[in-house]
T-cell receptor, first 111, second 113 residues
Framework: AQSVTQLGSHVSVSEGALVLLRCNYS??????LFWYVQYPNQGLQLLLK??????LVKGINGFEAEFKKSETSFHLTKPSAHMSDAAEYFC?????????FGKGTMLLVSP | KAGVTQTPRYLIKTRGQQVTLSCSPI?????VSWYQQTPGQGLQFLFE???????NKGNFPGRFSGRQFSNSRSEMNVSTLELGDSALYLC????????????FGPGTRLTVT
């Protein structure tokens, strides 16, 4: 069984500030982990994925995430927020051909 | 390569009616999964189809069903609609069942009145 916990339903940052979105997972098998982004009235876009290779994963739009097995975490970061990063972000853990999602974190970016 | 397409994008139905949603996966992708997204429950897995067979099912009542055609296109059906079925229904495709990377369509926004 898998589960994902995203800490904070809303995160507010200023443009240019560090973005940190937190994700903790639970999995009975070595996990595959994902971050997706959803813009209003759109589907989910894959940002990055961890599939047991490098623990630091780089994704699109300058985002990266680090897999920490000891902390069962997969936090998403971006050094400098841009207004266009405002969206909802979902962390997910994969079972065989299914995804279990966290509740999502809405990222708000102010000028 | 075209992405996952879903039709229709928006739908308004009345309680008690039934609805069919359609999903065309990325060309060459053989696995299609469906998810329901609501503000209260978030994203929940409905079912997965591969080679025209349902391989996995989430915890939803039997009113929710689906099928997959030989060209990998998929439809899902909801019968006897309830107000609580109002949601964004997302379809995702992947290359094979063992491909953990899923690509999502834009979704169908269903409103039940």
């Amino acid at each position: 069984a898998q589960s994902v916990t995203q800490l904070g339903s809303h995160v507010s940052v200023s443009e240019g500030a560090l973005v940190l979105l937190r994700c903790n997972y639970s999995s009975s098998v070595p996990p595959y982990l994902f971050w997706y982004v959803q813009y209003p009235n759109q589907g989910l876009q894959l940002l990055l994925k961890y599939t047991s290779a490098a623990t630091l994963v780089k994704g699109i739009n300058g985002f990266e995430a680090e897999f920490k097995k000891s902390e069962t975490s997969f936090h998403l970061t971006k050094p400098s927020a841009h207004m266009s990063d405002a969206a909802e972000y979902f962390c997910a853990v994969s079972g065989y051909s299914t995804l279990t999602f966290g509740k999502g974190t809405m990222l708000l970016v102010s000028p | 390569k075209a992405g996952v397409t879903q039709t229709p994008r928006y739908l308004i139905k009345t309680r008690g009616q039934q609805v069919t949603l359609s999903c065309s996966p990325i060309s060459g992708h053989r696995s299609v999964s469906w998810y329901q997204q609501t503000p209260g429950q978030g994203l929940q897995f409905l079912f997965e189809y591969f080679s025209e067979t349902q391989r996995n099912k989430g915890n939803f009542p039997g009113r929710f069903s689906g099928r997959q055609f030989s060209n990998s296109r998929s439809e899902m059906n909801v019968s006897t609609l309830e107000l609580g079925d109002s949601a964004l229904y997302l379809c995702a495709s992947s290359l094979e069942r063992s491909s953990y990377e899923q690509y999502f369509g834009p979704g169908t926004r269903l409103t039940v009145t």
